[in-house]
């Protein structure tokens, strides 16, 4: 073969790998662009709600208006508690030597969702406790949890937000708040279900907390945490999805060490 052929053999070869490289990334725009985004995210603000004995968010503008040099320019300070808003409990949070927030595998915050709408029962019963029964009928009508699945579960509640009083049972502030809190939850005996018979990735629910407000234990974000099985709370939309045939996207601020962190999460409908 002369040095002609080879050359024209080598530009043949790049251009199939930058036509297959152009192709795949056009085939990916193409997938996203053909599904309905949900964005499951609560707003972070001054509304934001928080457990009631921690930081709240607030946001303090540096710079907003027309800089000297003629060009606009807005730039701000943030500052609030890990856990508040639509946001990721680690592991850490709750089980000593697990998974701090950057240590979460990101396949573990990506991947097929189901929705175990419960709002029948929760909505207006702060009191309601997510069951076994709950997941076995979702199942009789949608067939077993899809392994490796983001388990994402419906009380109604998001509707309620931001109203502290209405959403978490109390509008005080303070650790004597605390015995005030009144939101439905996951009961210990579900989330052991799930652990111990469904191999999942990820939990979400549309209240303050996993565990019901009235937990002084909270033996569900151990039993979660404990496994390295990362909890969202303060979800909302979830009315506006299917009871399967989704992903979901939960991606939180990469905080090194945290034992939670804000969230940005979405569902992609099919």
Known sequence: MNKLNLLILVALFLSSC??????????????????????????????????????????????????????????????????????????????????????????????????????????????????????????????????HSIVLLQTGYSKYYPNKAQYLGTDHRGDEAIKELHFPGLSPEAAEWLVNNRNIKAVGIDTPSIDYGQSTLFKSHVILLSENIPVFENVTNLNKLPSAGFEVIALPMKIKAGSGAPLRIIALLK
Not at 72 to 90: I, K, P, Q, R, V
Not at 113 to 140: C, H, M, R, T
């Open 18 to 147: 930058s036509s297959k490289s152009e192709m795949e990334e056009k085939s990916a725009n193409m997938s996203i662009a053909e599904k309905t985004i949900i964005d499951l995210s609560h707003d972070f603000s001054g509304e934001t709600i928080y457990w009631v004995n921690a930081k709240e968010f607030e946001l303090d503008t540096v710079f907003k208006g027309q800089n000297p040099n003629g060009f606009f320019y807005a730039a701000n300070n943030f500052s609030a508690a890990e856990h508040g808003g639509t946001h990721l409990d680690a592991p850490i949070h709750f089980s000593e030597g697990k998974q701090s927030v950057e240590q979460i595998p990101l396949e573990r915050l990506i991947g097929e969702g189901i929705n175990i709408d419960v709002s029948g029962q929760a909505v207006n019963n702060p009191e309601y406790l997510i069951s076994v029964n709950d997941f076995k009928v979702w199942e009789e009508r949608n067939g077993k949890i899809p392994k």
